[in-house]
Nanobody, 123 residues
Framework: QVQLVESGGGLVQAGGSLRLSCVAS????????MGWYRQAPGKQRESVAG???????NYADSVKGRFTISRDNAKNTVHLQMDSLKPEDTAVYFC?????????????????WGQGAQVTVSS
């Protein structure tokens, strides 16, 4: 069984920083693209940032220049450093990863999600 476990998050004042981490574990062959999504109350889940296994990154326009995604392939871990936080960044943040696992006849790739981490930014 494969799982993603998140840590970090919490309450911070506007302008402050937080760091989220997510580690993939279990019976996996490899971790491919990883990323972070968020969902604010009453809104749809949206992509925040993504990173490939080779280190290429992409960001939502709303967080460019403030958030930094990074990963440690040896530890199957992805981080999201969030600086200059704004009240509108308040949401539940979810880790996401495309993970290769053994399957009958070979290998399959599945998308896994973390349990979510609350980030609250006060004004």
């Amino acid at each position: 069984q494969v799982q993603l476990v998140e840590s970090g998050g919490g309450l911070v004042q506007a302008g402050g920083s937080l760091r989220l981490s997510c580690v993939a574990s279990g019976n996996l062959l490899s971790v491919n693209a990883m990323g972070w999504y968020r969902q604010a109350p009453g809104k749809q889940r949206e992509s925040v940032a993504g990173i490939t296994s080779g280190g290429s990154t992409n960001y939502a326009d709303s967080v460019k220049g403030r958030f930094t995604i990074s990963r440690d392939n040896a530890k199957n871990t992805v981080h999201l450093q969030m600086d200059s936080l704004k009240p509108e960044d308040t949401a539940v943040y979810f880790c996401n990863a495309d993970i290769s696992v053994l399957a009958t006849g070979g290998m399959d790739v599945y998308k896994y999600w973390g349990q979510g981490a609350q980030v609250t930014v006060s004004s």
